[in-house]
């Protein structure tokens, strides 16, 4: 028995059967925090968590106790309530959010699921519903400005590059650490606008592509224009962001810390992040607002999706072929919407509506001042009308005596 630092023996054939049928690193790390976190609240080895389960499912239905069903649902009332956290800037803070304990949960429900022992948690058995503590930023057309502030407040053409490949290509962070110079190089040689980028999404093997505008091009030249000065070179194989001494694949944990300190610094979240640990404006609220953005300006959702990375069936290969310039064409009529330097058509219609509404505002309120210096000279006359007609009226009376 190979015992780790964490008190899991992960070479367990149990544990082993369960994680052996996932290839993405990211999820298997994930998996495994998860389960030494039930481990410790529930003090059983993963066999013996499998062993009471199955002897429960074992026995007449009016006798079973629900033992995997009562242990989830106090683990994730643990995870909420008692729960210190021992690692991380958040050291020492009782309790996590409700939807990161719903999420450990559901990770322990497939644990289970590998031996056939399926847990419904549904009605009264349904856990809380977890409140929403934090609100993704999702930009509206006219909120593309804040992407232009990012883009200007970050340290290096590199970090530049990636916020503009985000939010003009949808990119999740795995798959935009897991991308070589190659799959941008012959497109960048040729002068493609927009710029394919043909990969596949890490989280779930699915292959797709995407394109990044002309502002995400020229960030990502002036990147690689800027790396190669310092005597990196690139070739097909090449990671294409590299980590700031230039020898090493970027990773995801490394993009998500540039963020944070980035929307800081452009001043849209607080450095205290108002007491959260979650970044309302990372990098899947750029890859949110590019698929709203589409989907909002009526790219049909599965076009979308595709964008995306998600799996959308056998559309997918019509859509890597024979409609591949209906697409292009569908997002180069939608760069103004991504775009921090075209001017944005709808904007400036507003713009020349605001114009005119100015103009006519003034016309009126010039008109209203007009009106009221005549209506005041109006009175003068009659004033002066009601005086004469008074001195005539007096004037008549006199001579009517004589």
Known sequence: MAIGKDGVDW????LQRWLGGMSNEQTIKNYKVSYRLYAIYTGKSASELIDEAIE???????????????????FYNWLKNDYVKKLGKYKGKKGTTGRSAELRVNTMRSFYATYDIVVKMKGKNKLPKSKV?????????????????????????RDRAIVLCHFQGGMDVSTMCSLDYGDVAEGLAKGEEPLRIQVMRVKTGIEFYTFIAKDGITALKAYLADMQSRGVKFDNRTPLFLQDRGKKRLRTTNICEMMK?????????????NGNDFNPLGTHSLRESF????INSGVPDTIVDFWLGHEIGEMAEAYKTVQYDSLRKMYMEREQLISISVPNKENEKLKEIESITTDLVLKLKRTETELAQQKEEMGKIQNDYKSLQEKIDAFLKHHETL
């Open 291 to 294: 698929g709203s953005l589409m």
């Open 56 to 74: 429960d499912f074992k026995r007449d239905p009016r006798e079973r106790r629900d033992i995997v069903l009562k242990r989830l649902i106090g």
């Open 11 to 14: 070479d367990d054939p149990t």
């Open 133 to 157: 503590e934090n609100k993704r930023i999702i930009f509206k057309p006219e909120d593309v400005w804040k992407v232009k502030v990012l883009v200007d407040n970050a340290r290096t053409p």
């Open 261 to 273: 300190e980035l929307v800081v610094r452009s001043g849209f979240v607080t450095a205290e992040n």
